[in-house]
């Protein structure tokens, strides 16, 4: 390969990666307010999500469901805050991975309707009803040619991120010492 290939493709896999990054940013930004629209556009219509609240939803509609049902129960009231944001694109495939909090208020006594919520919401910080729940996800996203941006999200996993101050099994560290070192 020459060095002006090397350019090209180094410049088209960071146009590629702004992408991804920006098709991630949208859907955290309509996650804010459950704009349903916003957060099912861009999934493939095979999308597989395990959610924060330990379940799975197999589609855009079951994604779709869930969020009518946490409008009434569990409501997003601030932007979500995102920390070490990777985006790897290779070939067909590219995924994205960070970590997080979302700031939710608990609108109705069955709040969450799962038992990670209820389980972990104790362990993070809670001000004025706004519990600011800590997560690490993972998006898989996949070249996808009826896409207006070329990708759609085919898989997405969040889950429970330990607690700011938590030692680390077998290290010692903190993700606070970690986001500090950073």
Request: aromatic share 10%; hydrophobic share 40%; with cysteine.
């Amino acid at each position: 390969m020459s060095e002006a290939e090397t350019i090209d493709s180094a410049a088209d896999n960071a146009a590629e990666e702004a992408t991804v990054a920006r098709i991630h940013a949208d859907w955290w930004a309509a996650n804010e307010g459950l704009d349903a629209v916003g957060m099912t556009e861009a999934l493939a219509p095979d999308f597989l999500m395990w959610n924060l609240n330990g379940h799975p939803y197999y589609s855009r509609d079951e994604l779709s469901t869930l969020l009518e049902y946490y409008a009434e129960h569990l409501v997003p009231e601030a932007p979500t805050e995102l920390w070490d944001v990777r985006v790897v694109v290779s070939g067909e495939l590219a995924y994205v991975t960070a970590e997080g909090m979302l700031p939710f208020l608990v609108a109705t006594e069955e709040g969450g309707g799962a038992s990670v919520v209820a389980s972990m919401g104790p362990h993070y910080e809670e001000r004025d009803g706004l519990i600011r729940f800590l997560f690490r996800e993972t998006m898989v996203l996949r070249r996808d040619p009826d896409s207006p941006d070329g990708w759609s999200v085919c898989h997405f996993h969040c889950s429970p991120l330990a607690p700011r101050d938590e030692p680390r099994p077998g290290f010692g560290d903190t993700g606070a010492s970690r986001a500090a070192a950073a």
